[in-house]
């Protein structure tokens, strides 16, 4: 197990800056997730954890130690990457067993250790296969099992459920978790998919426009998001974001949603707190969830544009001008199309934020 820290790193091409100045401790043993849309600078990030790229300033060090210059065959890393690199013209056996051979393990205890990976990532019946008759699925399991049949110290793991179908990167997710638990590795995992981050990760490093927007466990990312932007990407639907204004009233501080015609109280606390913050045009924001259903005449008013029954839940589209929300209820919920659904939501779950910079008010 080996600790990560990446010390004020940045990553320029040219005049364009792909990385700025991104500080991040990733600890012993932890399984971290880089989530950010395409081009945010994950992949950057983790190209100069494993060597391939140097940083342009700031230092990357492994339990303290400086890697700058360090290269990446030295650096006790496992990469594997969305393109499995897997030799087709060797068998299952012989892509697990590659990275004990080179580095000289007997051939007694590589034979323990493929029989053992292949057991976990049930390739058992396939060992004796060529590698290219294999499906992409099964030759992503081989690409994971190749690398982590070395037990890395740090495994790094950039897209690698990105080319296979829906069904099997579920099964590979619970499959990546138990492979972390087993082997306790540190492990960066960059995905721009929020339920991978979200399933697996002890911690999420939530990224955009290459800066680092947030780092918390899945649950705090999703609660407390730092800004609109991590609001926005992490949940599905997103959090509500409404315009409003912060009023005095005789309910104490308010906020006039004006795109909605009406208003909504706040808790002491977060009133308090906005009341420090000396701003007056916010966003309002809940997630999809915290709506409920009330009674006509209280709550916002809202006209239900659309209802999408998903299975498990339902999604209540509403509101019909520039501001739009989304309510989720279970799935025998009686609202229709057409009709006004009146929601209600806990003072406790809104969130606030400074309309002007984005970041919550908390
Ligand atoms: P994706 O999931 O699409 O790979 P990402 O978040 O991993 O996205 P990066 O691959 O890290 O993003 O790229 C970040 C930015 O840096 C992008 O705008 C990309 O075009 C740019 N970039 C990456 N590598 C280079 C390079 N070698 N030369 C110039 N620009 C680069």
Do not use: D, P
């Given at each position: 197990m080996t600790s990560i820290h990446l010390n004020n790193l940045v990553k320029t091409f040219g005049a364009f800056t792909?990385?700025?100045?991104m500080d991040l401790e990733i600890r012993d043993g932890e399984f971290m997730a880089l989530l950010g849309p395409s081009g945010c600078g994950k992949s950057t990030t983790m190209n100069m954890i494993a060597g391939m790229e140097e940083p342009s300033e700031g230092k990357i060090l492994f339990d303290g130690r400086d890697?700058?210059?360090?290269p990446m065959g030295r650096r006790g890393v496992g990469f594997v990457f969305q393109n499995y690199a897997i030799f087709t013209h060797m068998s299952v056996y012989d892509n697990l067993a590659y990275g004990l051979k080179v580095t000289g393990v007997a051939s007694s205890e590589i034979d323990r250790r493929v029989k053992a990976i292949a057991d976990f990532l049930q390739l058992t019946p396939m060992l004796k296969q060529p590698s290219a008759k294999l499906s992409v699925n099964i030759l992503q399991r081989l690409a994971i099992g190749r690398s982590a049949i070395v037990e890395p110290a740090i495994f790094l793991l950039d897209e690698p459920l990105s080319n296979v179908d829906a069904a099997f990167r579920a099964v590979m997710r619970t499959e990546l978790k138990h492979l972390q638990r087993q082997f306790r590795q540190t492990m960066v995992y960059v995905t721009h998919d929020q339920l991978e981050a979200m399933t697996m990760a002890d911690r999420i490093a939530v990224m955009d426009h290459g800066v680092l927007q947030q780092v918390g466990t899945p649950l705090d990312v999703y609660n407390n998001p730092n800004n609109l932007f991590v609001a926005s990407f992490i949940g599905s639907p997103g959090m509500n974001l409404i315009k409003g204004k912060l009023a005095d009233s005789d309910r104490g501080l308010i906020v006039d949603l004006g795109g909605l015609g009406r208003s909504a109280p706040l808790d002491a606390a977060l009133a308090a707190a906005a009341r420090k913050a000396g701003v007056q045009d916010v966003i309002y924001g809940f997630r999809p969830e915290r709506a409920t259903l009330s009674a006509a005449g209280e709550g916002l008013a809202l006209p239900v544009t659309f209802v999408e029954r998903i299975g498990a839940r339902t999604v209540v589209h509403l509101g019909d001008g520039e501001q739009r929300v989304k309510a989720v209820f279970d799935n025998d919920v009686s609202v229709e199309n057409g009709t006004t659904a009146h929601i209600a939501v806990e003072p406790g779950s809104v969130r606030l934020f400074d309309a002007r910079s984005g970041a919550s008010i908390k």
């Open positions: 792909a990385l700025k100045t890697m700058n210059g360090v």
